[in-house]
């Protein structure tokens, strides 16, 4: 049995036939195809190349917990079923296990090995705990032994100082000698301008950002992965609060995150969606919000999709391609809403859903 697939392609918008040959989609009818039942298993509608989530830490709901392949499993499971067939995971508690490559039912990962922590950065015993003096040569070892990324908390404390600018550059020029990329957790202004300066490949939150930053950013090529939907219920329960310097100071960033979501993108920066969050498989959320804060509709769903499959090293829908694939009966660009309900999920050329 061979399978087919009919559907308009976005961002291309162009109506094609796929067939699937193996794990891979095709163009035209693979050799031997006349002699077998064909099965088209989507007919109509809009396909994407799966979607993508760039910001998870799936095996553990908090970073103090441990890290749990039974959850683990359940949590990639989580994301597939909604149509989420790539995930990046910048910083988890334990590298990935082997089983998460070779299991053909879970979706791609880009694991950044553990959270790289310098003394007073981020939860205490949590990610791979180091001093500043050897950031640089743990940032290779977690990149080398994951899928290239690794990620380092460079700042943690609203009013207390970031990873110096010099280390933490020497670390990026460290990770890119040895092939790898730079992910820097940053949620000060201090944290996010050395992350630029230092020419990390992407800016987790960057909150804070001075918008001048921008331009540098795009030259570079540094993303911007805002992951707006888990600041989001922080940004009610800050302003409920009372008045205070860090309240001021928390929801003035959080402001800053939204507008330069535009401001990036007219800059030219990749800008990426990533959810931080549970449940897993949330995505959409994510991209509702980009496109909120004025990613126009087109971009906001490809950084959920196609824009996070390029940055991370997969084709989109062409000959050739892995056959990872998410079908919608409606136009997820002008119906946003219908992007976590995919009609059909398609990983590795098997039908998922
Ligand atoms: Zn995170």
């Known amino acids: ?3 087919r697939i009919r559907g308009v392609v976005l ?14 989609l095709r163009t035209a009818p693979p050799a031997g195809t006349a002699s077998k039942r064909v099965e088209t298993v989507v007919d109509g509608g809009w396909l994407l190349p799966g979607l993508v989530d760039v910001h998870t830490h799936p095996g553990a709901e908090s970073p103090d917990d441990t890290f749990d392949e039974v959850l683990l499993r359940r949590h990639l ?3 597939r079923d909604a149509g989420v067939l790539l995930v990046r995971t910048p910083g988890t508690a334990a590298r990935m ?5 070779s299991d053909t039912e879970l979706p791609r990962v880009r694991s950044a ?10 939860f205490p015993g949590a990610g791979r705990d180091i001093a500043e003096r050897d950031l640089a040569g743990a940032a290779v070892e977690e990149a080398t032994a994951s899928s290239g990324w690794c990620k380092v908390i460079g700042d943690w404390r609203w009013d207390e100082p970031a990873v110096p600018l010099d280390v933490l550059k020497a670390t990026v020029e460290a990770v890119h000698a040895a092939g790898g990329r730079v992910a820097v957790h940053c949620q000060t202004g201090e944290g996010s301008r050395n992350a630029v300066l230092a020419g990390a490949d992407s800016l987790e939150h960057g909150m804070h950002l001075d ?6 950013m795009a030259a570079q090529g540094t993303a911007y992965i805002p992951t707006l939907s888990a600041f989001a219920g922080n940004a009610d329960v800050w302003r409920g609060r009372e008045s205070s310097a860090k309240r001021s100071n928390w929801l003035l960033g959080w402001q800053g995150m939204i507008d330069n979501v535009r401001l990036a993108h007219e800059a030219g920066v990749t800008v990426l969606a990533g959810t931080d969050t549970f449940p897993c498989g949330t995505v959409a959320t994510e991209a509702q919000w980009l496109l909120r ?22 084709p989109g829908l062409t000959d050739g391609a892995p056959a990872d694939l998410v079908a919608y009966d409606h136009d997820p660009v002008t119906e946003p809403g219908v992007l976590a309900r995919p009609t059909r999920v398609i990983l590795r050329g098997r039908v998922m859903r």
Do not use: K, N
């Open 113 to 122: 090995g553990r959270w790289l922590a310098t003394p007073g950065r981020f």
């Open 211 to 216: 918008p001048d930053l921008l331009d540098l």
């Open 11 to 24: 961002p291309e918008r162009q109506e094609r036939t796929f067939w699937i040959d193996g794990e891979r």
């Open 97 to 101: 296990p082997a089983w998460v490559d």
């Open 77 to 79: 499971s989580e994301h």
């Open 293 to 314: 804060a004025g990613l126009p509709a087109e971009e906001a769903l490809g950084a959920a999709s196609w824009t996070a499959r390029h940055w991370l090293g997969l």
């Open 1 to 3: 049995m061979i399978m």
